[in-house]
T-cell receptor, first 111, second 115 residues
């Protein structure tokens, strides 16, 4: 089982739609959680951190469920510019510091 | 503006050759990382460094080496390139020493093809 698993998609949605991605992680000692965005042939960039109480940044909402070991990303009112791959990232401290990236979920938003 | 750069951006080499990929950051970050990204896999950590003269192996370090002689640079060397090392390589840096809340800033990537 992979340490961080994501549905690879692709998710094809029309503009204005709401779309949700889930990500599961296997290590209960995971400490920090993030969503990164990666455009085609570009580098990953931080989209948002995920806090225990859930957090929102404009059209984006991230949630964490420690009991079930998953995090989610909700995108409301999708824009064409949201088309990208969304990477789930988990950090844990195993004596040393370890950051694990999911393989990503591809999103296509169409007019 | 502070930034992180990689060179070359594209590289074609032959099996058995030694290749060095450069990474340079002007953020003055202590932490630097090298990842490779392949279809079907997330970013996989090759090597990382928490400061000058510090280097550590990641999960896919075989066949790669790094050195950290200053804060700004972490070159990645493929000792004897293999076709399995064809990949996109990303360098990243982060500010906080060994902390879990770090944000990693990535370079633009180097596309390496080993023939």
């Amino acid at each position: 089982r992979k340490e961080v698993e994501q549905d690879p998609g692709p998710f094809n949605v029309p503009e204005g739609a709401t779309v949700a991605f889930n990500c599961t992680y296997s290590n209960s000692a995971s400490q920090s959680f993030f969503w990164y965005r990666q455009d085609c042939r570009k580098e990953p960039k931080l989209l948002m951190s995920v806090y225990s109480s859930g957090n929102e940044d404009g059209r984006f909402t991230a949630q964490l469920n420690r009991a079930s070991q998953y995090i989610s990303l909700l995108i409301r009112d999708s824009k064409l510019s949201d088309s990208a791959t969304y990477l789930c990232v988990v950090t844990l401290n195993t004596g040393g510091f370890k950051t694990i990236f999911g393989a990503g979920t591809r999103l296509f938003v169409k007019a | 503006d502070a930034e992180i750069t990689q060179s070359p951006r594209h590289k074609i080499t032959e099996t058995g050759r030694q290749v060095t990929l450069a990474c340079h950051q002007t953020w003055n970050h202590n932490n630097m990382f090298w990842y490779r990204q392949d279809l079907g896999h997330g970013l996989r950590l090759i090597h990382y460094s928490y400061g000058v003269q510090d280097t550590n192996k990641g999960e896919v370090s075989d066949g790669y080496s790094v050195s950290r002689s200053n804060t700004e640079d972490l070159p990645l060397t493929l000792e004897s390139a293999a076709s399995s090392q064809t990949s996109v390589y990303f360098c990243a840096s982060s500010a906080r020493d060994r902390g879990p809340q770090e944000t990693q800033y990535f370079g633009p990537g180097t596309r390496l093809l080993v023939l």
